[in-house]
Each structure stands twice: as C-alpha cells, then as structure tokens.
C-alpha cells in the first residue's frame, strides 16, 4: 500500500527536486546570454566586472545581478580555463549563493561550481573567503581559479601557514581569499589579541564557501582552536595541595575503578574544607563557593593522581619525569601529557620537578567562528546524511545537486567474515584479483594502523606494487590518488587522504604533466611530450573501462554512513562505470557495539566454516539502522558541548568588542572614569553601611582602600566628624578629588600620551584577566557536572555560575585600571624592543587526543604592543611607573629575577 506522502513524491517529485525545478528559468536566461557574451572581446568582457559593481553601488542586489555575473563567469572560465560550466554546475552556483549546502558527487567539478557564488558576492567589496582542509588545497584551487579570477579583474589571495601578519593582511584585502579553515579561526583569535586596530589582519566575516563542508563543519569541529602560553609557575600550590590526601581516609572519597572516577564524600569534604582553611587556601566558608572554583579543580586531580592512577602502571618515573604509558600497547609515550593540570598532580605525588601548566590563551569553536559569517555556505559530495545537524547549529540547508551523467556504479552487499584474520586474508585475494585483471582498486581504512596491517598483509602474499596513503602529506598524496584509476593500480588509503582530488581513469593528464615535466622548458620537444602523455592516458583510459572502471574496496563501516559514503563516490564519476564493496568482520568496532556475540554464536549453528562470508541485504540494513544510532548519539554529543561553549561565547563576543572599541575610541576618558566612579561607590558602600550613622563608619578602613586603590591621601575620618555629612556627600568628595587627580595627570602628560597610556593599561588588564577566566571557566567546566546528583541541572549551574565569574572579572577590571592608572608615571626615553609572549596553537583529534598541528604544538608570534613603546618606558626605580607587570616578566627593576619572585612576590 503506497502512503499519501510516497504517492505526492511520485507525482510531484521530493522537496529536493522541486526546488532544482524552481532553478530552470534561471539556467535558462543565463544560457540565452552566452552568444551576446562570446562576441565580446577579452577586455569587453572584463569591463563586464566593474558594469556589476556600480549595479550594486546604485542599489542592485547580488541576486538582481545573479544571471548576468554567471553568464559572465561561464564565458571567462571557457577563455581563462578551458572549462564550461555545466547546466548542473550553474545550479551548484545558485544553491552556494542561496546561503546553502550544495551536496555534489566527487567528479562533478565542485571546484569550478565555487567560482559562480564567489565572483558574485566579490562583486561587493567586502571579501569572500573560499576555506579548504589544508594548504595545498588553497594554494592549488587559488592558483588554478584564479586564472579566471584575474582574468575578470578580481584580485586573489591565499593565507597560509607561516605568512606574517602583513602578508595576511594584503591577502584579506582581495576580493577572493582562499585558506584553511585552521588559519581563519587562528588568525581571528590573534586580532583579538592586538593592541592597535592597524595590527589586525581580518576585515570581517561577509561570505564564505566551505569546501569538504562534513568535514570542516561536522568532523573537525568535535574541538575549539586553541591558543595557550605558559602559565605563572604554581608548584608551590600543587605540593600543597598533594599533602592533603594523605591524610584523607578510605572513608572520605567514593571510588569507581570501572569507571574510572572519584569523588569526595561529605566527611571527605569537610576534612579537605578545614585543612585548606589551615593553609590559607580557601576562601568563604565552603570548598564549593564559587571563589574556590580553581582549588576544586586542583583537590580533585589530586584525588585522581592518588586513587585512579598506578605507578608503573599507569605511568613510570624517569629522569625526573612522569612519562605515561599506553593502556592499549603498553609502551612509553615520551612527550605526552595529560591535560587541565592532571599530569601536574601526578609530579607532585611523586615528587619530581612539577613542569608549568599551560594556559587557554583563546579559543574558539569552529561552530561560533563560521556562524560569524553573514552569508555562509558549503559543498560537499556527501552532507544528506547530517542534514539536520547542519540544519540545527548553522541553518544550513542541504540541497542535492543532479549528476550531469547517470552513476553507472555497481555498490554491493558487504560481506561479513567472523574474525579480522579471515577478512583480510579474502580482502587480499581479491585486491590481488582486481590487479591481476588490470582494474584499479582504492582500499579504504579508517586509520593509519590498518592501513599499516594491510599493507603488511599484502607483501606476504606476493603484492608489493602499491600505495599507502594516510592524509600526511598532502601534496604528495594529491599526486597519487590523482593516479588511482590507472589500471592494476592498488592505493590504500585512509578516509581523510586525498580530499579534494579527482580519481580519473586512465590517471590526470594535468598532475602527471606537472609531475613528470616540471623541467622541462616551455616549447615543440615539451608540446610533443604533453601530447603523448595525453595519448598515453587515452590508451590506460580504455583499458581501465574494459576492466570494469574504478573498484572501491572498503576495509570497514564507518561509524557515520556520511564517511562510507565520501569512500563509495570515489568510483563512478561522471557516468564512468565501477564497484564498490564493503568486507566486514564481527571484531569489527561498530559490529561489536551492534552485538556479535548473538550473531557469531547464529553464524557458527548455521554451519559458517573458515573464510566462508556471510552476504545478505538485510545485514546492510542492520548496520545502517546501527550507524545511524552511533551518529544521533554522536550528535547530541557535538550539541551538548555547544551549549556549554555558547555561554563561553556571549562572553568572549562582549570581550573582544569591547577591545575593539577600546582601539577605535580617540578619547578614553570616559570609560576610565566610569571604572573610576563605579569603584569608588563599592568602596564607600563596603565602608559605610545603608542607613549608619558617621561614628558607625569604617573610616580608617576606607581610608586605607583609597589610598591602596586611588592612591589618595583624604582625610575620611575628619569628614566623617563634621556635622550633617552623609555617605552622598563622601561619595560626591571621593569622586571629586579622584577626578581631579586624574585632570592633573592627563595635563601633564599631554592628552594624546595620556590616552594612549590608558588605552593600553585597560587592554593589558582585560587581556590578563580575561585569560584568567578562561583557566577558571575550565575549572568550572571540569567539575560542574557533579551538580547532576543533586538533582541540578548542570547547564543551568554552569550558565549562572560563569555569569557570577564574568561579573568578578568585570569587577576586578574596573579596580585593577583604577590603581594602575592611579600610579603610572612615565619618563621619555629610548624605546625597547618589545618581549612577545610564548604562544602555541592547538587542534586536537576528539578521538585520539593528537594534535593535528604538528609534535606537541605550532608556535605563533603576534605583533603586541605593550606599555613601553612610542619612547615611553618604565622606571626602575619607580615601581608607580610599571603598569600592569605579568607575574612570569622579568622584574622591572632589573634584578633579573622574575616579578613574582622579586617585587611581585606574594605576601
């Protein structure tokens, strides 16, 4: 019986189809101007761009101007490219510039799509970034649609790893900025980090086109970007604390060893409560108020480094180091190191030297940075499968686009063994098979070490003419996957190797001839070379079609269909035949997670000997039903942490908005005052209490607070003994000689210095609290999900508690600007060169924990301008003129020690 919805589908067609339905008129006026265009002469045609642009500046909108500027793209990518743009590609281009996801198979010109939205909204001005996975993706799409790009008079740009600030910034300032998805957010933070708006790179979030969108926008962003430096050395407090559990009971903490997790008792927290009172390291009556944030976190990996964690089990101690050992393979991983100050704890426990922590300098989601752009979107050939993620945290529609060829690919049913070793002994007889008859094959693993194991596999029996691939070495392995469909070609490859890169049959005429003639001088002995390389991949292309085109063997399920099927698209492109198949076996992770143990104990009463597989669609439907589940939990994972990272991120818009207004405003005034007045109310609200007569005021206690904070010498007591004062009336004197204060300085320096001195006390003091908050909202986050078992949300305590710590640190600010600018002194002199902090960008895999940005981390340098610079300087010998100083700087007096263990040492 065919529903109501199936019958509607069949008449009318899917949502899907109808909306392309709605592009045909469209399609259509663009194809009634290629004539008029193909007429006009090169320089006619590019005259085209600038004929655009006053369009727009009179009023137009980029989508009044849509049919004549893809027109015009069409007829210079057949000049600049030698490449028309299909009627299919021409609907790619409307969906990107809709603001939505175009979902195309692989080989139907993804790259050449991207240049109709691109030059369309460049039209504008304000820059359209095209973001890829990696460098040599933006550098090759840059160089290679650029050609068009110029040739219509746009300019191009490309960020890259290791440009300095000005080579970004000339490269923002195209119409076209092509760059990875790691530098936009990187380079994001860093501005945010400058001290004047001249330093900063960026000029706004306008449109971007996400290339691979499932990888960018799903996979990679499981984890912020991070930027960290070092933090002030707190050994001190590490040791301190690691005293405590000693003298703990088994009684005063719960311990889950298969769960691994501890959590103190009642009587386990009113001991730790009184013993910390007794070091002088809590603050308030209880461990858990929210001042005590950051000791929480410290008693708790405490906790752990003693309960949870084995010496020589766990970990060994050597050389004065711990070094982790490997639960699964139980070797020593040098190097690594447990995070949010755990491995710390276990220094301290062992009494070896307790290296510094590192600190969140800034991070951002890759879900918060592109929901920054006003106009966003992507393609991809596989994005239907998470449609409603995409739907969900970016308002992204997802939009299949028709294949300008019908797929002729043969996909199979899998083939399920029982154990790993049967399945790769079947998967190398018949990759073997598939050379032998001279059809190229692409295997594909889901890591590095299976990749490993099969090609292991397949020297032992006899196979030795083949490629390992792993999504290292990009340049390189661009090359090779673009060779894949030579035939008898063998490449094993993980999911990620090779992105971006066509399989064409027979191999890339393009890649092999930059390859193998890249000596060659241009002229006849290099014309005849390319001809027959071109003659040469004509023949393989034929002998690959006769031997049944591009085979595509998968190695495993993926926990999300979206990666199997990026794997199964790999064969089949524009209407070129092929076959894919999966081989299974039930120690496969998603088949143990499915339950194999029912199935093997089904398989071996069904009489399955060794190496026999088991072949049956309703198995592929099991494990689709299975994957599906895995990505909803996955989902609701991503969403969850969102949530979390949301509140982090109102915070963190206020911040840096707050900083860019600091460098745009000529006259600070203002805003120092209001810090000023606001401070001086909380002081004289502390000291003299709603209502209370002047012999009940805290006098001499208010007068130490000015004097420490304002650094004014006012006589509060003699104010307070005059008849009929009130507290408005010493709030009103406060504020007047503050102010006056504050006149005569900016007199004496003059007030262009004076603001700029202002300018950046407040931005050295955002930064530094700012940064501080970071480390407490970690703390937090690591330990609010305790509040689960009083029956408390942990959002809603985390949302309310971070809001609690935003209002401290606004708080600290206005009082910490205050005394600073209370005291600063300046002497002209010679300018310094400035020191730049230690900074180390971060990217971490959510499943293995590496770091994708190379061993350990990437350094950064960013161009900071601290408070001596402009010939202004500290003096030595007055500690008033030293603004804010980071307790890890050198001391400004000279001695050479640090600050903190020279004038900053703490009391």
Not at 76 to 94: C, N, Y
Not at 602 to 614: H, N, Q, V, W, Y
Not at 650 to 665: A, G, N, P, T, Y
Request: a negative charge.
């Amino acid at each position: 019986m065919v529903s109501f919805g199936g019958l509607a589908r069949k008449l009318l067609g899917s949502a899907n189809e109808r909306r392309i339905r709605r592009y045909d008129a469209t399609i259509a006026a663009v194809a009634a101007l290629e004539d008029q265009l193909k007429a006009l002469d090169d320089d006619a045609l590019r005259a085209r761009t600038q004929e655009l642009k006053d369009k727009l500046r009179a009023g137009a909108t980029v989508d009044d101007i849509l049919v004549p500027a893809f027109a015009t793209v069409r007829e210079g990518a057949r000049r600049a490219l030698g490449m028309r743009h299909f009627d299919v590609q021409l609907i790619g281009g409307i969906v990107l510039n809709s603001g939505a996801i175009a979902e195309m198979k692989t080989g139907e010109g993804k790259t050449l799509v991207a240049t109709l939205a691109t030059y369309l909204n460049a039209l504008e001005g304000k820059g359209v970034h095209v973001v890829t996975v990696n460098d040599y993706l933006a550098r090759r799409d840059a160089e290679w649609m650029g050609r068009l790009y110029r040739f219509l008079g746009l300019s191009v740009g490309i960020i890259t790893h290791g440009l300095s600030d000005e080579e970004r910034r000339q490269a923002y300032a195209c119409d076209i900025t092509y760059a990875t998805n790691n530098e936009l957010g990187f380079d994001y933070l860093r501005d945010n980090m400058k001290y004047e708006r001249g330093q900063m790179v960026q000029r706004g979030h306008h449109y971007a086109i996400v290339d691979e969108v499932d990888s960018i926008l799903i996979d990679e962003a499981r984890t912020p970007l991070i930027i960290s430096g070092p933090l002030d050395d707190r050994s001190d407090l590490y040791k301190t604390i690691d005293t405590f559990i000693p003298q703990l009971s088994r009684e005063d903490y719960d311990l889950d060893e298969k769960q691994r997790q501890v959590s103190f008792t009642e009587d386990g927290t009113e001991k730790l409560e009184r013993l910390l009172e007794a070091a002088g390291l809590l603050q308030g009556a209880s461990l858990y108020d929210i001042e005590n944030v950051a000791v929480v976190h410290h008693v708790n990996n405490a906790l752990k480094a003693h309960t949870l964690f084995q010496r020589d089990k766990d970990y060994i101690v050597r050389n004065d180091e711990i070094v982790i050992i490997d639960e699964f393979t139980g070797r020593m991983m040098p190097g690594r190191r447990y995070s949010e100050g755990l491995h710390q704890a276990l220094e301290a426990k062992e009494h070896v030297t307790v290296q510094p922590e590192n600190q969140t300098l800034a991070s951002i989601t890759f879900q918060n940075y592109f929901r920054m752009y006003k106009k966003l979107a992507g393609m991809t050939g596989t994005a239907q499968t998470e449609a409603a993620e995409f739907g969900d945290i970016y308002a992204l529609d997802v939009i299949e686009i028709p294949t300008n060829r019908g797929v002729q690919r043969i996909d199979e049913d899998d083939e399920v063994y029982r154990t790993f070793e049967e399945k790769f002994r079947a998967i190398a007889r018949e990759v073997k098979a598939a050379a032998e008859r001279g059809q190229p094959i692409l295997v594909g693993t889901t890591s590095i070490e299976k990749s490993e194991m099969l090609a292991d596999r397949l020297r032992k029996e006899g196979l030795q003419n083949f490629q390992v691939l792993n999504a290292r070495y990009h340049e390189q392995e661009a090359y090779i996957v673009s060779q894949a469909g030579v035939p008898g070609a063998v490449t094993i490859a993980t999911n990620m190797a090779g992105r971006g890169t066509d399989i064409q049959l027979g191999g890339n005429a393009e890649m092999r001839v930059e390859h193998e003639l890249k000596d060659m001088p241009e002229g006849p002995e290099r014309e005849a070379a390319i001809r027959e390389i071109e003659a040469d991949i004509r023949r393989l292309k034929e002998k690959a079609l006769a031997a049944g085109g591009l085979y595509v063997l998968a190695t495993e399920r993926h926990e999300s269909r979206r990666i199997d099927n990026q794997l199964r698209g790999r064969s089949g492109r524009q209407g070129d035949p092929g076959r894919s198949k999966f081989y299974l076996s039930l120690q496969d992770d998603l088949m143990r997670i499915f339950g194999s143990e029912r199935m093997d104990t089904m398989l071996t009463r069904l009489g399955l000997k060794e190496d026999e597989a088991i072949v049956h669609p309703w198995i592929n439907k099991a494990l689709e039903k299975a994957q599906k589940k895995v990505e909803a939990r996955n989902f609701d994972i991503r969403k969850n942490l969102l949530k979390y990272d949301d509140v982090m991120n109102d915070q963190r818009r206020v911040i840096f908005e707050q900083r860019i207004e600091l460098m745009d405003s000529a006259d600070l005034h203002d805003i120092v005052s209001d810090m000023r007045e606001e401070v001086i109310e909380g002081l004289v609200a502390k000291h003299i209490p709603e209502r209370a007569y002047p012999e009940q005021w805290s006098t001499k206690e208010l007068r130490e607070d000015v004097r420490e904070i304002l650094n004014l010498d006012v006589p509060v007591d003699e104010w307070a003994a005059e008849e009929g004062i009130d507290d408005a009336d010493v709030l009103k004197r406060l504020k007047e000689t503050a102010e006056a204060a504050a006149q005569e300085k900016t007199t004496r320096f003059g007030p262009e210095i004076a603001t700029y001195v202002q300018r950046n006390v407040v931005l050295q003091t955002i930064d530094l609290l700012w940064r501080e908050h970071l480390v407490n909202l970690d703390h937090l986050r690591s330990v609010i999900g305790f509040r689960g078992y009083a029956q408390r949300d942990p959002l809603n305590e985390y949302k309310s508690e971070a809001f609690e710590l935003f209002q401290t640190m606004l708080a600290n600010l206005r009082e910490r600007v205050t005394s600073q600018l209370s005291r600063v002194e300046i002497m002209r002199s010679e300018p310094e060169a400035p020191t730049l902090p230690a900074m180390e960008a971060h990217h971490f895999d959510a499943t293995t924990g590496a770091d994708e940005l190379g061993d350990g981390s990437e350094r950064l340098t960013a161009n900071f301008t601290p408070v001596e610079a402009d010939g202004l300087r500290r003096d030595p010998e007055n500690p008033d003129s030293w603004g804010v100083v980071s307790r890890n700087e050198p001391c400004p007096c000279g001695s050479g020690k640090k600050f903190k263990h020279c004038h900053g040492v703490l009391a």
